[in-house]
């Protein structure tokens, strides 16, 4: 590790230098940078009053020696960088050498460290800015920062601070930032003599389980893409688990916590489609790239940046985000490890016989609804020398509840889908394959449908007839009030005509052709897959069920329907259990 010392005037005068320490996290943010860019593999964290009456940062890093003591609580001084170059190539979390001097400038501070092979340690203390001169002292090895009473010689900007418990939980999240940063370092967190967090080493999922809770741990998927230089990894909150507010999104960009519009945008449009209304996703991501590809000077919190290739970063967070997110319920399970059975084996359904729900369907629904899915074989009973069929992740159907829900048997307990958001799904999936693979092919109709019209759908069914033709639908004008629907998409030959021409017709006058089939093609293809769904209240029979979790295992993002609603969920056999008591 390098040598502090002070920095040139002509490189001060290239740092986006300010005030660092608005509020008692400020100081701990930066005393944790410190201490991270030392080196240490243990922090402990210890606070009075929310941090207003002392904070105290101990660490086993390098250490000061005793000649650069001085210099830490001197403004510019810094080990980090020492030209220009360096500052456009930084690699450490710190860098402008102002973090102690402002601390000691607005609080009491005291300064001891000791550096590895010296006989003991050394303390600096200051009062406002005012050093006092070297003092032996004892401590093992590292560094620690004590500050006490902040703001006691600025009255005023003190009364700017609010309760401790507000401050507090300021510098709980400044913690928990850095501690989801380096799962690689210990943290320990104590206020007014309590402990708080006691964190050991730990992969980033244990950690993120620690901080976050197990049940973000549990709703995420982990990624790790890369390209031109560039990648990202992390862990990300699948639909399921989302929050009112934005409280548990973390980005870094080669270890520093940042926030970024850009990047902000792209994680936005990831979620997009399968994240219900104003909800908010969860994820932990790291941006790793060379240093020289991304400007950490712009603000003095240093909580933004700059990239030089922004779209590349874009385009690799919304692509990785997006294969992580769309994997099929089938893909993901399968990578989890298997749940241990407490339970007898589960018998297979997959060939049950129909089962009495009340209503026959016509012979043809089960083939419009679910495509080229072959209809199941009669059961024959197997020797019992063959093993069992390896059970699909949402079981098989057992039976219908009220014409909405489909309820399954799996291996872990009871699946209860919404079978019209869950074939919404597939149908949403299965229109835009269909039109990336410019394949959406029309179904003439037996007999053209038609319907009064107002002059606008009129207008925009003749100066769209390409545009509707590339989405499966033809339209016919028979009178300045009428039109006819002579096609529609094959994978919606079973909806309403009428009223999916006149969704469609909507969209078109509303945002115009080419945008409806360019930037709001998910939009309308969403709009169109809701038309040929399965409606509440309609029969199905058992192989229709099952042939819908079939489909909804192999589909992309079929946690959620279109609308960002869960299509899904599972009470495990423990849950149950619980509920009637069982074991009591």
Same mark, same amino acid.
């Given at each position: ?5 002070? @920095? +040139?005037? %002509? ?5 986006? /230098? &300010?005030? =660092? $320490? #608005? ?107 005012? @050093? +006092?001169? %070297? ?5 093992? /090895? &590292?560094? =620690? $920062? #004590? ?438």
């Amino acid at each position: 590790m390098s040598s502090i010392h002070l @920095l +040139s005037d %002509l490189l001060i005068n290239q740092i986006a /230098a &300010g005030e =660092v $320490v #608005e509020r008692p996290a400020s100081a701990l943010k930066e005393l944790l940078e410190n201490s991270l860019d030392a080196g240490c593999g243990e922090i402990s964290v210890q606070l009075q009053q929310g941090g207003v009456k002392s904070l105290r940062v101990a660490d086993n890093g390098a250490g000061i020696t005793r000649d650069e003591l001085h210099l830490a609580l001197s403004r510019h001084a810094t080990s980090k960088i020492a030209s220009l170059d360096d500052l456009e190539s930084v690699r450490s979390l710190g860098f402008r050498g102002e973090a102690l001097a402002s601390i000691a400038a607005i609080s009491r501070l005291a300064l001891t460290s000791r550096r590895q092979g010296e006989r003991h340690a050394w303390r600096m203390e200051a009062a406002g800015g005012d @050093l +006092s001169g %070297l003092q032996p002292a004892a401590l093992e /090895a &590292g560094t =620690v $920062v #004590e500050m006490q009473d902040i703001y006691f010689n600025t009255p005023a900007r003190r009364k700017f601070l609010k309760t401790e418990a507000t401050e507090y939980a300021h510098c709980e999240e400044a913690l928990r930032r850095m501690a989801i940063s380096r799962p690689d370092v210990a943290f320990g967190l104590q206020h007014n003599g309590r402990k708080i967090w006691q964190l050991p080493p730990a992969r980033l999922a244990q950690r993120a389980a620690a901080v976050l809770g197990e049940e973000f741990a549990a709703a995420s998927v982990q990624l790790d893409e890369g390209a031109g230089g560039l990648r990202l990894h992390g862990m990300a909150g699948l639909p399921g688990f989302t929050r009112g507010s934005r409280d548990a999104q973390y980005v870094y960009v080669n270890g520093r916590f940042v926030r970024d519009k850009l990047i902000s945008h792209a994680i936005r449009e990831a979620y997009r489609d399968i994240l219900h209304h104003d909800r908010h996703p969860a994820f932990v991501l790291f941006i790793e790239l060379e240093p020289e590809m991304v400007d950490v000077n712009v603000h003095p919190s240093k909580i933004e940046v700059r990239f030089r290739e922004s779209r590349a970063v874009h385009q690799l967070i919304y692509h990785a985000l997006n294969k992580a997110l769309a994997a099929p319920i089938a893909t993901r399970q399968a990578e989890q490890p298997a749940p241990a059975a407490t339970y007898a084996p589960l018998p297979t359904y997959a060939t049950q016989t129909r089962m009495p729900l009340g209503v026959e369907e016509r012979s043809n629904l089960y083939q419009s609804l679910f495509g080229q899915i072959a209809r199941p074989e009669p059961a024959f009973n197997a020797p019992e020398a063959q093993p069992e069929p390896e059970v699909p992740p949402l079981g098989y159907a057992m039976a219908q509840l009220h014409g909405v829900y489909i309820l399954a048997q799996s291996e872990r307990g009871m699946i209860i889908v919404d079978m019209h958001a869950a074939h919404e799904r597939v149908t949403y999936e299965r229109l835009k394959v269909a039109m990336e693979q410019h394949a959406m092919s029309a179904q003439p109709l037996l007999i053209p449908v038609s319907f009064h019209a107002t002059q606008l759908e009129v207008a925009a069914a003749e100066e769209s007839r390409a545009a509707l033709n590339e989405l499966g639908l033809e339209l016919a004008v028979l009178s300045p009030t009428t039109l006819a629907v002579r096609a529609v998409p094959v994978l919606l030959q079973d909806s309403d005509p009428v009223l999916l021409a006149r969704d469609v017709l909507k969209e078109v006058r509303e945002y115009g052709a080419s945008r409806v089939v360019t930037e709001r093609r998910n939009e309308l293809l969403a709009t169109m897959a809701c038309h040929a769904s399965v409606r509440a209240n309609r029969r199905l029979t058992v192989p229709e069920m099952n042939a819908l979790l079939r489909e909804m295992e192999a589909t992309e993002r079929a946690d959620q329907c279109n609308h960002g609603r869960p299509t899904w969920r599972e009470i495990s056999m423990q849950e149950l259990d619980q509920l009637f008591m069982r074991g009591k």
